[in-house]
């Protein structure tokens, strides 16, 4: 009987990855695709819309191909050294905490677009549009950087060359991590919910006001409304751990199972929606994205011997 309980997980563990890995590869594939276009085309580059847009899509890629890698390499090596965990949490959650804020700056582009259309070419330029990238990173990589600071006032030198299971909850587990990591979420939150309805209300008044340009503002309007659909996707990584706990102690012998669940929820199928925004409602993106598929048949047909 017990031979056959490490065969169980054994196949239980390649069944999760296997499944994380293939939906994390489709996803980046396509992704990547958008990546691609907004590249080849100077358009794109050109416009700070679409450089917030694909700024975001990378991001989402960097993202989930870094929890993915480390799901996977986890249930190999099981346990991290301190250090190399502390680096690896570094980037992930610098790369979640810049999701809101890169929704905020597009709901604050949209709103300039319709608003102050006058004024969006100067306001909103190119070099403006990588400066705010750049603040982004900035910002986000501060506040995952300052757990690092507390750990090291709270920790002797020694932990950090121990080997851990690398998570959070098993490193940043102080009273002091609770209290920043709760200012950190309620201040960059508050700030992206408000900024989203804000922006909403204003673009709304605006496409009331003036009876010129209504379809514009109403897209305006829907993308900023899909925004805040993308933003409580993203909130589901702060909610996960609370989640998580409850489903855990409810259903204790099916604990693998939720986190597994949780994990593709709040990680992997969240970074579908990113494409889908401007992908399938933009049409100058869906028309490249067509045209860079059918090209890529075209090559495929011509490339297969006659008979």
């Not at 750990?151 to 587990?173: E, G």
Request: charged share 10%; net charge positive; aromatic share 12%.
């Amino acid at each position: 009987m017990n031979s056959t309980i490490p065969v169980d997980q054994f196949y239980d563990l390649l069944i999760k990855n296997f499944i994380s890995v293939v939906l994390a590869l489709i996803i980046n594939y396509i992704n990547g695709t958008f990546v691609i276009v907004f590249f080849k085309n100077t358009i794109f580059c050109s416009d700070p819309r679409y450089i917030l847009y694909i700024h975001l899509v990378i991001n989402d890629m960097l993202m989930m191909s870094a929890s993915v890698c480390l799901q996977v390499t986890t249930y190999v090596l099981r346990f991290f050294n301190v250090s190399v965990c502390c680096v690896v949490l570094l980037f992930l959650s610098t790369v979640t905490k810049n999701s809101p804020l890169n929704l905020a700056c597009m709901a604050i582009e949209r709103y300039i677009a319709i608003c102050k259309p006058l004024h969006h070419s100067q306001i909103c330029t190119v070099q403006r549009t990588y400066i705010l990238i750049c603040f982004i990173w900035t910002a986000s990589a501060a506040a995952a950087l300052s757990d690092i600071f507390i750990a090291l006032s709270n920790q002797p030198a020694s932990f950090f060359s121990t080997a851990i299971l690398c998570h959070m909850l098993f490193i940043y587990n102080t009273l002091q991590h609770t209290v920043k990591e709760t200012v950190v979420n309620v201040v960059y939150l508050s700030f992206v919910w408000t900024t989203l309805i804000v922006s909403y209300f204003k673009v709304f008044s605006a496409a009331s006001a003036a009876s010129a340009d209504q379809v514009s503002a109403r897209k305006a309007r829907n993308t900023i409304l899909l925004h805040g659909v993308q933003l409580l996707l993203c909130m589901m990584s702060y909610i996960t751990p609370f989640m998580s706990t409850a489903l855990v102690d409810l259903f204790p012998q099916s604990r693998s199972t939720i986190l597994f669940i949780l994990f593709l929820l709040s990680n992997v199928l969240p970074r579908l929606l990113s494409p889908m925004i401007y992908g399938l409602r933009d049409k100058q993106f869906a028309e490249r994205v067509k045209v860079y598929f059918s090209c890529k048949q075209v090559r495929r047909t011509q490339i297969m011997p006659v008979k």
